[in-house]
């Protein structure tokens, strides 16, 4: 059976003029960096989104987010809000205030090592993916949120969406990058993410994978 939310966001992904404008938007970026930066975006709050629903209380907060983000029609305008255009809800600037809402319930504390993680596999600076995280953020729960409401007939189901995430996971396990942000979401490994909250970011762990490169 497709899987409507990753059909979603493949889709977006891979559109060079979806991805052009998320560059231009964010101060000028090559577009595969900020394309390969979207992809981590997508894995890193994915994971953090099954991770949370792991647990009854996680998975009603994360119930109640997708509530407010209503049916997922921000898709609909979601090209002119990203170009800077009005749109719904503020236009561009209500998207990402939005989206830092979003970021910081989902990483909260991992937020800034998640920022540095992707930012040194796309090469994209730290600033740029810090914007782009926080545009992409209602963009990835709208397409949740209208994908689990139509599979599950009007309303949610917390079996569903993660279905919907788990889906959308497989399609990029095996790639190592990846793998290594679903680590660091759980760093202690116990698949608990909501504890880690509460612990360090662990810089000897991005030196560690990337060599100190940037």
Known sequence: MSNQFADILDQYLGDDNFI????????????EQTRAAANGIVAAMSSAMSKTAATEHGASG??????????????????????????????????????AGIVNALLGGKQGGIIDMISKMSGLSGDKTGNLMSMLAPIILSALSKSGKQQGGGGFD????????QGTQKKTSGNPAVDMIGQ??????????????????GGGLLGGLFGGKK
């Open 20 to 31: 052009d404008n998320l560059s231009q938007q964010i101060g000028g970026a090559e577009r």
């Open 62 to 99: 994360l119930l109640g987010m997708l509530d407010a983000n209503g049916d997922g029609s921000i898709l609909d305008d979601v090209m002119n809000m990203v170009s800077g255009g009005g749109g719904q809800a503020g236009g561009q600037t209500g998207l990402m205030q939005n989206g």
């Open 158 to 165: 917390i079996g569903s969406i993660l279905n919907l995430i």
């Open 184 to 201: 660091f979401l759980d760093k202690d490994g116990d698949g608990d993410f909501t504890d880690d909250l509460l612990g360090g970011i």
